[in-house]
């Protein structure tokens, strides 16, 4: 978000995730005021903020209103979200609560307001499922859908400058999550890893670039800028899964054995991702092989990890 004046203040939920985390460090180094929704698992948030700008037992509507409203934000960046698939009537109230309710109270607060802040969502391609089949893929991909409708009554009924950013996968330093492309860069040399046939297109898409987006995406609405409701944050050069992870084997010499065709595909495994606009003034800037070959290099540096050297 480039700083208009040093008095700016955004309030981020989901702050204790991995890309809150990274958004977070990012609006410190511009000079805003932040304050993080999270949740009990707040080690990363404690090492970014003082205590009094972490906020975990906030959830009800009264108490985001009368918290949005003691702290005045120029901006919510709302990510919070539950994405595992729920199992349990405990695990589905658990989505409900984070992905629809908590969302729904910060909108409500957002109108209360007599300057409104503006409101950047986080969505999900999963709401689109395959490109020849548009709908949600799953129960979070449902509630992500609901939630940004429920966005669009507050937009157009309270007159709050709101969007939803579509994201696809991410990656990026400091990813604790158990993704493909951290535990093939942590597997060590001559590895073998099971893998589907690999033909599903993957957007990957650099942490930093997704920060930029939000911020970008802020200072937009702060500008008063005509928006549409929805914006996607896709890669400029998709893969499918089989190339990228092939060429990532070779180029960063990580010497591991692709097991192609020994894991099926999810039951809900979206091969052709929907694509929407790019958000005006943004695209990508890191190519995600190329950043994932300089990751693994890092890694197995740090590591004391040697792959294959590559030649040519």
Known sequence: MPVKNAQQVALVSGG??????????????????????????QQSLSALLPSA?????????????????????S????????S??????????????CNLRLGINLLFAASQ????????????????????????NCLYAATKQSFHELMLYYRDKYRIPALTLILYDTFGPDDARSKLWNRLVAAPPAAAIPLTRGEQVVHLVHVTDVVRAFLKAADLLQSG????????VHSLHPRTLNDLVTELNIKAGLGLSLLWGNLPYAKDQIFD??????????????????ALVEHASTHRVNTGIHGVQHVG
């Open 16 to 41: 204790n995730g991995f890309l809150g985390t990274a958004l977070i460090r990012e609006l410190i180094a511009c000079g805003v005021t932040v304050h993080a929704l999270g949740n009990r698992r």
């Open 53 to 73: 700008c972490i906020h975990v037992g906030e959830r009800n509507s009264l108490q985001i209103t009368e918290l949005v409203g003691d702290i005045q934000p």
């Open 75 to 82: 901006t919510i960046f709302h990510l919070a979200a539950v």
């Open 84 to 97: 595992k698939e729920p199992e349990t009537p405990s695990e589905i109230e658990a989505m409900i609560e």
């Open 113 to 136: 307001q007599k300057t409104r802040p503006v409101f950047v969502n986080a969505g999900s391609y999963w709401q689109f499922g395959d490109s020849l089949r548009c709908l949600p």
């Open 225 to 232: 800028c005509s928006l549409d409701p929805l914006y996607s």
């Open 273 to 290: 991702p929907w694509i929407g606009e790019y958000l005006p003034g943004w695209q990508p800037h890191l190519d995600a092989l190329e």
